[in-house]
Every structure is written in structure tokens, then in C-alpha cells.
């Protein structure tokens, strides 16, 4: 039986961990505008987010739903939510 050794090698270094919606949205740089949002702001210009060439950046339909995961990351981190939700 044969086995990959650099497979092996590098095998207890490799990030096995799947990111949430919310942290891949925050890698993107959508943390800004959505906090924003959450404190009241109107308007979020949206069009000045995109980057057809990074996904998740590439269209409005996927700046948007990357806006929403980080506010319901916000949201559902939140102490004070949390609580509430647990008395009921």
C-alpha cells in the first residue's frame, strides 16, 4: 500500500475548520457597510462594492447576502438577543 508522504507532511497543518457565511462575508470587507446598516444608515452603496473578478464580490445579489449573513452574525452574537431568546 502506498502512501502520499507529503500528504502526510502537511496534513496536521491543514485547515480542516469550513467558515461560516458570516466570517467568508468578513474576509470580503462587508463588515463596514453592514454595521452601518445596523446603526441606521439609510443608504449603503452597494455598486461600489462589487468586484466581478472576487466571488462573493461579483454581483449585487451576493454583496447583499453577504451584507445580511454578517448582520445576522452581529445579531445572533449578541448578549442581549441571546438572553431574550432563552427565556422563551
Given amino acids: ?8 507532511q502537511y496534513a496536521p ?3 480542516t475548520k469550513k467558515k461560516t ?8 470587507g462587508l463588515e463596514a457597510p453592514a454595521l452601518a446598516l445596523l446603526e441606521g444608515v439609510k443608504h449603503v452603496s452597494i455598486e461600489s462594492l462589487l468586484n466581478v473578478n472576487v ?3 461579483d454581483s449585487m445579489k451576493s454583496v447583499e447576502l453577504g ?13 442581549e438577543n441571546v438572553d431574550k ?4
Fill in 21 to 28: 457565511l458570516a466570517a467568508k462575508a468578513l474576509e470580503l
Fill in 55 to 57: 466571488e462573493g464580490l
Fill in 13 to 15: 497543518f491543514k485547515d
Fill in 1 to 8: 500500500m502506498l502512501i502520499n508522504c507529503s500528504a502526510l
Fill in 67 to 79: 451584507i445580511q449573513h454578517v448582520i445576522a452574525d452581529v445579531i445572533g452574537k449578541n448578549k
Fill in 85 to 88: 431568546l432563552s427565556q422563551l
